[in-house]
């Protein structure tokens, strides 16, 4: 390691390196959470063609203008016309047509009445509804009597009122949530293009791991970090791919690596980054020129496949392939953005000045120069890291704006001063409540220590308290700048 680099220095070299991946299309529920890519045009009318609002009948209006309670308009049932009909009555002079909710408007009818508004052909006072057709067929026929009048066109929804055809119903750039995915399906369009979610493979690395539900040996801790990981993947729009834990072994590593490159549109591994004997990512990643994760193409085409065998696994010998977040899409993408200009592959370790989090690798490997982000073993020092460095990358392949999760200044509740390393942006986790009417800044209260293994206070924390690099200290009511976590 050389220079130490500051957090935003490190941020503003991972999002210089990852551009928006290339569209596809894709089907309208497998595209939630994507951005469109391009304008998306109405290709039929919504509504496509004038219907009731109401259940009711279908009128002129001249025959119900002087209806009134005591001197209903009496009018002759031509038929039913039921939502999805194809085949409508004419409603001549003196006619009416019992139409449904959203039925077309018969030719010839001008408005609706609402069924309360008549007899409802029964030949008593005010219907509150309709008899079911089932029940009795007749009710199609007859007379009804109408107790109040109707303007044009009251009660119906004009062919075209919602959207217009040939109008632009989603502007590219647009984020899909369910209801732009409802009107993509109700004007008629089946898949969209846009920037698609990337798949995310996540491996932890370190012998010592065991998966969670298996007894712990001496020394052995269960590997919580590429559950956390893949969970904060999928949390960012990722198709999150968990690669069970590796050993400590290097070659072993790198050929897991390897593997997954044909699935993965980013990689992140947890562990192994520091200066320890046994930091095997730094091991694996370094001097890559040659392999295919320094960029060399594969012999084949390589399947990758979705069980690398990267042997001697922490956990099982055999890293485990995980389902897909939305299980949609694991084809083979074509080059993103990130290909373009080919920069070489490469991992860089670095030093941040910043805790947790201080030992960080990245770069660009395997012929697609996809990101690798190596983060740091301990699992706050993972998380966070994740957060600040890897959540906004995959916002950024996505297309996604802000990439940075919401940021907002609290005041301090602490009972004693707490100490900050100097020169380091220490990033503690806390519990934010927001202002109060009348509070101009909500406030925060820490969580747990500093410890990068406190895994227990990161779970009932909700944000990261940003203290400064250069504060040493803080205490009670000082304002700082809060991440917030959801
Ligand atoms: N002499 C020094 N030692 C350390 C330094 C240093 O500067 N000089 N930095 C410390 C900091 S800060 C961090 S952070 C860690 C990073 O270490 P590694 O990335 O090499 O991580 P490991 O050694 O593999 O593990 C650290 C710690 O985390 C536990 N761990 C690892 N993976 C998982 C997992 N998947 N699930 C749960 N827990 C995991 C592991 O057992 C260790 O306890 O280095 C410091 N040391
Ligand atoms: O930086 Mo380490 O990430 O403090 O525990």
Not at 154 to 179: H, I
Request: hydrophobic residues 40%; contains cysteine.
């Amino acid at each position: 390691m050389s220079r130490t680099w500051s957090v935003d220095e490190h941020l503003a070299d991972v999002l210089r390196s990852v551009g928006p991946l290339e569209p596809i299309e894709l089907h309208l529920l497998d595209a939630q959470g994507c951005v469109l890519t391009e304008d998306v045009l109405v290709p039929v009318s919504l509504p496509p063609f004038d219907n009731s609002s109401m259940d009711g009948y279908a009128v002129r209006v001249a025959d119900v203008e002087k209806a009134g309670e005591d001197a209903p308009a009496v009018l002759e049932v031509v038929g039913d016309v039921a939502a999805g009909a194809g085949r409508l009555p004419e409603v001549g002079p003196g006619q009416a047509a019992r139409v449904m909710t959203g039925a077309p408007l018969p030719p010839g009818a001008e408005a609706v009445v609402p069924v309360e508004w008549t007899d409802g052909g029964a030949g008593g006072g005010p219907a509150d509804a309709m008899a079911a057709h089932s029940a009795d067929p007749s009710g199609a026929a007859g007379e009804v009597r109408v107790h109040r009048p109707v303007t044009a066109r009251q009660y119906v929804r004009g062919k075209g009122s919602d959207v217009r055809a040939g109008s632009v119903a989603l502007e590219a750039g647009t984020v899909l949530g369910p209801a732009q995915i409802g009107l993509l399906a109700a004007v008629g369009c089946g898949t969209v293009t846009v920037r698609p979610r990337p798949r995310v493979v996540v491996l932890s690395t370190g012998s010592e791991l065991v998966r969670p539900g298996a007894p712990l040996g001496p020394g052995q801790i269960h590997d919580s970090n590429s559950f956390a990981l893949t969970a904060a993947a999928r949390d960012a729009g990722a198709i999150a791919y968990r690669v069970g834990a590796v050993a400590d072994d290097a070659a072993a590593l790198r050929t897991v690596i390897e593997d997954q490159l044909a699935r993965a549109d980013a990689i992140v591994t947890s562990g192994g980054v520091s200066v320890g004997a046994y930091d095997v990512v730094k091991e694996a990643l370094t001097g890559l020129e040659g392999t295919v994760l320094g960029g060399a193409e594969p012999p084949g085409d390589g399947d990758g496949g979705e069980d690398g065998d990267g042997g001697g696994a922490g956990e099982s010998g055999v890293p485990e392939a995980s389902e897909g977040a939305t299980g949609t899409d694991g084809a083979p993408r074509s080059p993103g953005a990130h290909r373009t200009g080919r920069p070489p592959a490469h991992v860089e370790f670095r030093r941040l000045a910043m805790q947790p989090g201080k030992p960080q690798g990245f770069g660009l490997v395997g012929p697609d120069r996809i990101p690798l982000f190596a983060l740091p073993g301990n699992p706050v020092s993972s998380y966070v890291s994740f957060e600040l460095f890897v959540r906004p990358a995959l916002r950024a392949l996505m297309g996604l704006e802000p990439v940075t999760r919401r940021t907002v200044t609290a005041r301090l509740e602490c009972e004693e001063p707490i100490a900050s390393p100097e020169g380091k942006r220490q990033f503690l986790r806390g519990r934010y409540r927001p202002p109060a009417a009348g509070e101009e800044h909500g406030t925060v209260r820490p969580v747990g220590g500093p410890g990068s293994h406190l895994l227990g206070s990161l779970a009932r924390a909700d944000a990261l308290v940003v203290v400064p690099e250069r504060t040493t200290e803080v205490a009670r009511g000082d304002e700082l700048e809060v991440v917030l976590l959801d």
